[in-house]
């Protein structure tokens, strides 16, 4: 669903017809309740949402989120998803969408051995969007970055007037492929070397008739 910057949103800032796509954030702040964390990379309090002081982004932080195969990793390790059932509240005549997806972490492939990280994104009640995956072969021991956009035309809103969910879908695998297990780990983590990841999703505004 996605892959390109918020700021491609082009906005009039004089005069924005309802329902125009609209990279201006509404002037009040806006709050986020998280309804449910669920998942084998999100256990309970190791993940945690925050809005920009823009509001044109949020940013979910956690601590707890590694696929691994080899020595020490169980064979339920190497996958771990999270699924993020969130709420946004924004003021009245405002309707938003997820324009980008920034996920950051740190992964460490043997020669052979690869990973994938997966997520789609879907409001309450409506279809889910195609998962968009990033593949990344080993050998390597790095940080990593995918940034998945949607186009202008293609972001979808969650509808005006209306109390929807907002659901977000992550998964990492790890694949020994021709790696030796016996003797090798493979990890990816979405988190960073200290603990911390931050994985920040763009808001794209649009007011409402």
């Known amino acids: ?15 924005i017809p309802p329902g125009a796509p609209n990279e201006t954030p509404p002037p009040n702040h806006i709050t ?6 669920n998942g084998s990379g999100c256990p309970a309090g190791t993940a945690a949402v925050a809005v920009s002081e823009d509001n044109k982004a949020f940013t979910v932080t956690y601590s707890d989120y590694l696929a691994q195969v ?38 460490h492939l043997e020669r052979g051995a690869y990973a994938i990280e997966k997520a789609n994104y ?5 279809s889910q969007t195609e998962s968009i995956s ?16 949607t186009e202008v035309a293609a972001i979808v809103y969650s509808p005006c007037g ?18 030796n297990t016996a003797t090798t780990t493979s990890f990816m983590t979405m988190d960073s070397t ?16």
């Open 1 to 15: 669903m996605l892959n390109a910057v918020a700021a491609a949103l082009l906005a009039s800032s004089i005069i």
């Open 32 to 37: 986020i309740d998280v309804v449910t964390i």
């Open 70 to 107: 080899g020595v020490g990793a169980r064979p339920t390790d190497l996958r771990k998803n999270c699924q993020l059932n969130l709420r946004v509240n924004v003021p009245q005549g405002f309707t938003y969408g997820i324009a980008q997806a920034d996920y950051r972490g740190f992964a």
């Open 122 to 126: 879907y409001f309450q009640g409506m």
């Open 134 to 149: 990033h593949r990344y072969n080993g050998p390597v021991s790095d940080d990593w970055q995918a940034t998945d956009t």
């Open 162 to 179: 209306e109390k929807r969910n907002f659901n977000i879908n992550t998964e990492l695998r790890v694949y020994a492929g021709s790696s």
């Open 194 to 209: 200290d603990g911390n990841l931050e994985t920040t999703y763009h808001f794209a505004w649009k007011t409402c008739p």
